[in-house]
């Protein structure tokens, strides 16, 4: 697409803004905030899975409700359509969506039965229309699904903690529609993903990426990075993809309006993933005795207002 920057590498990504108020300080980070209040179990899941697990607990394991019921209400407003795909799809679906090329792909593979786990629910919501054609478009999903992920070749890379770890949650929008659609409908899923950061009260900027950073399916991706106090920079909480006709392609998925017809365009975009949003809430939102507070917009969702000892 013309207005992707040009580049080679994640250095040459623009960022188009930024929003909220960076508190630059070295207070305690998520891993020392969730162990000292009992609600992230990273030890005992070590104990039990290996290295990257956690357990969620007590009060943060209600903040992923809260979190995901909040996000839910938000897109079913726009018309988008609550879904719980499989997370294991077959090889030929998985080679559709164009994030298994790689011979070291990030996927864990259950090779004897032919099946591959799925690190979003884009993966899988997408070819439920395999083969089909559709009319009545935009066709709009938002897809909630535990996203397996091996996370090959990032070893020594954000070990500590839940930033960067095999199994998380993860709420995701997806939208089939028409080629010349496909633009104002990336907007809208950029515009909900903004919408719930800024809700959430977050420091956070918006990047596009550059051409050489982009996914093999992707045309024009953009990423919501929001601020981490204990790291002091910005890290991806969300991502959009506009994936024009790549997709469709592949999975044979057309549309057909009145006398016209063609391959659909897919474009997909975070809502909420979860172990992510967590420490941007934890760490932004922890206060000086080490208690935590709770957006203002999960009130409603929850029987508490901040998080203590």
Not at 207 to 219: I, K, M, N, T
Request: net charge negative.
């Amino acid at each position: 697409m013309k207005d992707v920057p040009e580049g080679t590498s994640e250095a040459d990504n623009k960022v188009i803004k930024e929003v909220g108020d960076i508190k630059i300080r070295k207070d305690k980070d998520h891993v020392e905030l969730g162990k000292a209040l009992d609600i992230i179990d990273i030890d005992r899941a070590s104990k039990v899975s290996g290295s990257r697990f956690y357990y969620l607990k007590n009060q943060a394991a209600e903040l992923e409700f809260a979190l995901i019921n909040y996000a839910l209400e938000l897109t079913k407003k726009e018309g988008f359509k609550p879904v719980i795909p499989p997370i294991l799809i077959n090889e030929e679906m998985a080679w559709g969506s164009g994030h298994f090329e790689a011979v070291n792909d990030d996927a864990y593979h259950m090779r004897d039965d032919a099946l591959v786990a799925v690190g979003t629910s884009e993966q899988s919501i997408l070819p439920m229309h395999a083969g089909e054609t559709l009319e009545d478009l935009p066709k709009r999903y938002v897809g909630f699904s535990t996203c397996l992920r091996r996370e090959a070749g990032s070893y020594g890379k954000d070990v500590k903690g839940i930033l960067r770890v095999h199994q998380f949650d993860k709420l995701e929008m997806f939208s089939f529609c028409k080629p010349e659609d496909s633009e104002q409908e990336h907007e809208l899923i950029v515009s909900l993903e903004e919408k719930i950061v800024s809700d959430l009260g977050l420091p956070y900027r918006i990047v596009s990426l550059c051409a050489g950073d982009l996914g093999l399916p992707s045309a024009k991706t953009i990423d919501i990075e929001t601020y981490m106090p204990s790291q002091e920079m910005y890290r991806e909480t969300h991502s959009s993809s506009n994936c024009t006709d790549f997709q469709s392609r592949r999975l044979k998925i057309k549309y057909k309006d009145g006398d016209k017809s063609g391959f659909i365009h897919t474009i997909n975009g975070t809502a909420i993933a979860i172990g992510r949003i967590l420490i941007a809430i934890i760490e932004n939102y922890q206060q000086e005795d080490g208690s935590i507070k709770v957006p203002e917009a999960l009130h409603k969702y929850l029987d508490f207002k901040e998080i203590k000892q």
